[in-house]
């Protein structure tokens, strides 16, 4: 099963005529392609439970949240996909975003709760080599590069500037990001290129889950 280029001509389309008239005009041409989309992500779920344990695959709705917000546009230029680890062994979840010249696949904790963020910044305290070998492995980073996210500017609270492991310390988010051209999401080989990226990627968030499912010393909290 292969992703449909239409999904980013519609959303372009979407992009210069980002209103209701114009969106119930070509709702059906959205559902359909939703429809698509939402068996692609099922259909990927299923490849990633012969080697993961997946409890959810999740299609975003096109329908914006503006309570808050000054863009008033009422849709999403975007499908977005995700696929949920099963809680409580497992952590970490796995993204996809499929909007025109804005393609990618995401893996990692784009907003950690304070105690999982807590708990992260602690064992890299401890002992941050276990966790620099899996990210600095040569084949791991073949594929997914280097590590992501927002961080703060200096060192968080409670920890020296001058720390060994500073480098990591400083991340709020703990994330690995592949992008892809619209050529190659439509290709007939998308769906099996990112299960072996997410099988690439499995190093990463197996360490995240025994760091997250234990505490300091070690001890079970699942």
Request: glycine share 4%.
């Amino acid at each position: 099963m292969q992703l449909k280029k239409e999904i980013f001509s519609f959303f372009k389309q979407l992009k210069e005529n980002n209103n209701r008239e114009w969106f119930e005009a070509h709702k059906a041409e959205f559902k359909a392609l939703e429809g698509t989309v939402k068996q692609f992500g099922e259909a990927l779920k299923e490849k990633l439970n012969q080697h993961d344990s997946i409890d959810r695959f999740k299609l975003f709705r096109i329908y914006r949240d503006v309570r808050f917000s000054k863009d008033k546009t009422p849709y999403k230029s975007h499908f977005g996909l995700t696929w949920h680890r099963t809680k409580p062994e497992l952590r970490g979840g796995y993204y996809l975003h499929l909007k025109p010249n804005d393609i990618f696949l995401a893996c990692g904790f784009w907003d950690p709760a304070p105690a999982d963020l807590k708990r992260i910044r602690q064992e890299i305290d401890l002992d941050a080599d276990e966790y620099r070998t899996v990210i600095n492995d040569a084949a791991f980073k073949s594929v997914w590069g280097e590590l992501q996210g927002n961080a703060v500017k200096t060192a968080p609270k409670g920890y020296a500037k001058d720390h060994p492991a500073i480098d990591l310390l400083r991340f709020k988010q703990h994330i690995f990001m592949i992008r892809y051209t619209a050529a190659e999401a439509c290709a007939s080989d998308f769906m099996d290129r990112l299960d072996a990226a997410l099988q690439a990627v499995r190093p990463f968030v197996d360490y995240m889950s025994a760091v997250l499912t234990t505490n300091a010393d070690g001890e079970s909290l699942v």
